[in-house]
């Protein structure tokens, strides 16, 4: 049998998890008829469990399937679904999809990395926003489009992305109050 | 309950025929009627769901909720009109219907029988109000085949399903027919590939069916990542069943008993519509053991994909499957000989699929009967850009360019210019003003330096700058391609660096020609679909817009103009 071998490309910092989290995972993977061929989906479960893949995680599961840690890791880098990074609270689709470029969405996503002062997948520093950029959200007659978290913004226009910073800001506010 | 045998589906069959009898115009007696609401994922974001839930409890409290039912249909078509609500069996539609004015369609139309007539839809050309359907122009030339089913009946009840023929088609297939006489009627009807490629249906049937292997898979390619198309996604989300019937034929066909639908985790809506679909095929058996009493067994599973657009591609597909990175291997072998764990795997599109129901009841002659001498039946385009009726749109194969921008897509708003269209998203080209007569197939569309591919169609208008267009869809692929091979890992990058410096007023004439003669070296030594047609936008556009490019270069080479540049080698645009 392969031995999980160590990666050494992700960010050292690394939270700390509780056990349920990893039996949840765990208990996913002894539910399944073969994990012959189920990489993907018991990657899909741990990223809904975890909210993101970070390193101990991907080693938790090559150890699992007995596979290197390598190759989990070349299939959570190859897929633009999986993140090895923690998200905000909110996240910031905007979605790039050709009838919403044409419509502006490339002004739409400098607005917004300019105000929160971030790029592409990455977070702010209170921990509030995410900004992705999405490939097609399918709902070309609104375009252009932003999705927050799930709800959806339709014919969004420049002006309108402050709005939508504050909506979430205030949203914040009241909690914290 | 189980059906066992095609006259158990008849039954049911005319057991759930008044479900649907309001909505076919087949029952005249009763008062009652159907409120038909889009849950299209465009319609559902503009909140058809809450007016779902506000009709149900204004009717509730009128207490006629058991005379007027509210059903959540598939997607209508007609996004940019979202939210869209059709009354049965009056043939009223009403258009961008918001929250506030479900109480108006309530109280006027379903109590007081008067048509809410500022909901109704307006012609923009003539200014007047269009009452049905049939007579927005948007519909007059559609003709819906694939999508006959979204907007009609509820995608989340078999049982209407069965209602219009559903299953019927199956049935048959497994009690009447051999499984070559299957293979023959989807070869007769002149079926290609929806996905892109145009492979005859019926041949990759029978190539996979040839295969001598004790197991072999049937594949949905639900993996729908053309930025712009969003068909596949709405024929799942409106009418499931077609497709789990359409995949349960042809593992009958080339002898699999088992399924995979593999799917883009980012269709949340898809998903939640198929699985339901799937449980109630189960439990009704025509998914499962002994299929219409039959020793045929099948059962299809979801897989989903991660966010990949070479997933697409079918080798691809097929190593994501097998949890495996979404990398393309070299053909041949094709899937059809070596596919899923080796085995002969058949791989179709969701529109494909779609087709093959109707054309099994209807025949291959009907099919065939309609589009081209080479390209038989419809396709569903996903009109979208700079239009002004955004929308899915199915028409027969031979229409052209012109009747779907002008007649059925309305045009370009605000009075501007129409400049191009782009087809078949990243792997497609532009077409201009030149191309908008050519009857629509795909033999024409190479022709002229684009490609049917999955049926995205983007329009734009001249304040569009097509160079950025092209460097918009080469970043595309650059993050997309998989590194597999370098013309494409590489090669794109430096497309789309070249793109960036020419758009950015940096670039010379001679970066103008290096980005010719690489986007010629990448397209002809790319491993894979994704990246033989990844320069095709900066193909085209060069060949359609040379200006553009020129309009971005200083000639710093010659800066007193003292003569043209000449190019250093001499590959031209082949036209």
Redesign the interface.
Known sequence: MTKPQEIDVMEPVEQEFPKEKYDELESFINSLETT??????I??KAQHIFGYLPRDVQLFIARKLGIPGAEVY??VS?????TTKPSGKHTISVC????C???GA?KIVEKFKERLGIESNETTEDGLFTIKD??????????P?VMVDDK?Y?RVKVEDVDDIINIYRRKGAEVCR | MQIRSLEELNKIKQKSAGKIALRLHRDTTTTGKNILVCGGTGCHANESDKIIKILEALLKSRGMAEQVKVIRTGCFGFCEQGPIIKIEPDNVFYVRVGLKDAKAIVEEHIVNGRWVERLLYEDPQKKEKVNTQEEMTFYKKQLRVALRNCGLINPEDIYEYIAVGGYEALGKALTQMSRAEVIEIVKKSGLRGRGGGGFPTGLKWEITSKQEDEEKFIICNADEGDPGAFMDRSILEGDPHSVIEAMAIGAYAIGADKGIVYIRAEYPLAISRLTTALRQARELGVLGKGIFGTSFNFDVRLKYGAGAFVCGEETALINSCEGKRGEPNYKPPYPAEEGYWGHPTCVNNVETFANIPVIMTRGAEWFASIGTEKSKGTKVFALAGKINNVGLVEVPMGITFREIIFDIGGGIPHGKKFKAVQTGGPSGGVITEKGLDTPIDYDSLLEIGSMMGSGGMIVMDEDDNMVNIAKFYLEFTMDEACGRCVPGRIGTKRLFEMLHKITSGKATMADIDALKQLAYMVKDSSLCGLCQTAPNPVISTMKHFWHEYLAFVEDVDHPQGEGRYIPKNKIGLKS
């Open positions: 012959k061929g189920a990489l993907i989906e990657l899909h070349g299939v190859f897929y633009s679904y999986f790039m999809g050709t009838a470029f044409v419509r490339d999405v490939r097609c959200i399918g709902a070309c007659g609104l375009a489009v959806v339709g």
